[in-house]
């Protein structure tokens, strides 16, 4: 009669086990078949701690595959009520599909896992253009971040360790710089930056990141990198010319501006930031030949014909200062000196000339004229730049 009694009590407990087990084939059912609120209902019970016939399969592998299954069909789906089922269906999916390989110690699911975890990044990566599409930044990043994850599992590396996605790894560090989170950035790059990806640029989007998080050393340190990998990349080298010009660091600056000279000779922009270091360094003769190089190269170099314009200008203004300083007794010295200021500012007046024609309606080159033809007692020249600034 025992034996009886316990032979009855083995197959109502595998009884139990096998309905409970039913569940998550009946969940599957319900997802196959589009019922994916029901489906989600169902799998839901089979996890549930607080119920006790959910210990036969809460910690069955295939419980929690056949979750992630339905998350990642509830992603899928266009049906917008379905969609409401769940917030971020696909981490769910991912977590699923991660509980079930912990679980699965004797690898009796490692094939299936393998693929569904394959076709979810797949859908994540659907996610992150979304997410770039949108400007939900945030999101991009979580899904890349995810499919990174994933690609660093044993299961999904197989036969391939060694094997990296540089172009996931780099979209990663932008979506976490359009995010605002630049340490991320810094890191997802720098990783990028280690296996070559899109060569010296990379290494100035890591300064980019650097500098908004107000750390210019940082910034300095990755592009002198950067610089040392990539010596002939103008992007690099103009870089960190524009953090030395910004702090002014003008020997550093200026260092770094003859190597890029030297590299591009043709390139306007480096003549001109040339020419504004030399005025800093009050070397007037040095700036005037740079500024005329740049407008050499490039004949509609506005900066540079301003720049030049103002420089004689203003020694035109100098000139006048001396003048005032001779004694009012010597009149003759004193037309003599003013004489001077009128060839400095007939120098100007061409330079200042072209850069109205670059730029009419520009306001600083309209005033820079207006006291230009005032000094040289062009009157009706002067009267059409009042009526041009409407004064």
């Known amino acids: 009669m025992k034996r009886t009694i316990i032979l009855l009590t083995f197959i109502f407990a ?18 196959d078949s589009g019922n994916l609120e029901k489906a989600l209902e169902t799998i839901k019970e089979t996890i549930d701690p607080s119920n006790e016939k959910s210990e036969k399969t809460i910690d069955w592998p295939k419980t929690w595959e056949v979750r992630g299954e339905i998350y990642q069909a509830i992603y899928q789906s266009e049906d917008e009520n379905v969609k409401k089922l769940a917030e971020n269906p696909l981490a769910t999916a991912f977590e699923s599909y991660k509980k079930a390989l912990e679980l699965d110690e004797k690898g009796r699911f490692g094939n299936g ?12 990566t659907n996610q992150a253009v979304e997410g770039f599409n949108s400007e939900d930044y945030e999101k991009a990043l979580n899904a890349f971040e995810q499919i990174l994850e994933i690609n660093s599992m044993p299961l999904i590396k197989g036969d391939n360790p060694e094997t990296v996605d540089t172009v996931i790894i780099y979209n990663t560090g932008l979506a ?15 990783e990028a930056a280690e296996y070559g990806y899109n060569g010296a640029r990379t290494y100035s989007l890591i300064a980019s990141a650097y500098q908004m998080k107000k750390d210019t050393l940082g910034a300095l340190e990755i592009l002198q990198e950067g610089f040392e990998r990539y010596p002939e990349d103008n992007n690099v080298l103009t870089s960190m010319i524009q953090i030395y010009l910004d702090q002014d660091k003008t020997e550093d600056a200026m260092k770094y501006l003859e190597m890029a000279i030297e590299q591009d000779p043709d390139n306007a922009t480096f003549y001109f930031a040339q020419g504004t270091l030399f005025e800093k360094l009050e070397n007037d003769e040095k ?10 190269v490039d004949s509609e170099n506005y900066g540079a014909y301003y720049n030049l314009g103002a420089l004689y200008y203003n020694k035109g203004v100098q000139q006048i200062e001396i003048a005032n300083s001779v ?20 120098k100007a007046l061409p330079y200042m000339e072209k850069c109205n024609e670059l730029k009419p309606d520009d306001i600083m080159t309209l005033e820079s004229l207006k006291n230009l033809y005032y000094r040289m007692k062009q009157m009706d020249k002067y009267n059409e730049m009042l009526e041009k600034l409407g004064q």
């Open 14 to 31: 595998a009884g139990v086990s096998f309905a409970q087990k039913g569940k998550v084939t009946s969940a599957q059912n319900f997802k």
């Open 113 to 124: 896992l393998k693929i569904k975890l394959t076709l979810l990044t797949n859908d994540l």
């Open 176 to 190: 976490a710089y359009n995010a605002q989170q630049y340490d991320k950035a810094i890191k997802y790059y720098k």
């Open 287 to 296: 700036a005037i030949e740079s500024y005329e190089k740049a407008i050499e």
């Open 327 to 346: 004694p009012a007794n010597e009149n003759e010295r004193y037309l003599e000196e003013t004489k001077k200021a009128d060839i400095w500012w007939e």
